[in-house]
């Protein structure tokens, strides 16, 4: 699955408005950046981003990347990809969604919210502290590496 033109200038265009309403400069690096990470839905990490925008923004630095998601993030143009397999991953989807991380290649996948899991959070947590938050990570093996264990036997 990819993210179609439409959606990708959406992004776009949110991004713009929300740079401009935070005050942060709309530069070239920064645009690239995020085109870079609204163009897809693989969740990339900042490396597998300073790859691909090297290859339009030659002397971008793998630094810049790591500088300019932080920014974005903080402003909430973005978002961490709150999944647990090694690296940080960045999503441009700040839209609330879960992810599917795939055991063996670990893809992370969108999955709306339409499908959800219901949770219920114990009660007896309201003693620990207030929550924010709760995530639901679903984990398995994808259909690609699923078609690739059956190929095999
Ligand atoms: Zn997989
Ligand atoms: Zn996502």
Do not use: W
């Amino acid at each position: 699955m990819s993210v179609s033109k439409i959606e990708i200038e959406r992004r776009m265009r949110r991004f713009e408005e929300a740079c401009r309403s935070h005050g942060l400069k709309l530069t070239h690096q920064r645009r690239q950046v995020f085109r870079a990470l609204a163009a897809t839905d693989q969740h990339p990490s900042a490396e597998a981003l300073y790859n691909c925008v090297r290859r339009r923004v030659p002397t971008v630095s793998l630094d810049t990347i790591y500088r300019t998601l932080n920014t974005l993030e903080e402003k909430g143009i973005i978002q961490k990809a709150a999944v647990y397999c090694g690296k940080t991953r960045y999503d441009a989807n700040v839209e609330q969604h879960f992810h599917f991380v795939c055991r063996e290649c670990n893809a992370v996948i969108d999955v709306s919210c339409a499908a959800t899991p219901g949770v219920t959070i114990p009660p007896e947590v309201r003693k620990l502290g207030t929550v924010c938050s709760c995530m639901v990570q679903i984990e398995g093996t994808c259909r690609k590496c699923r078609a690739l264990k059956t190929a095999d036997c």
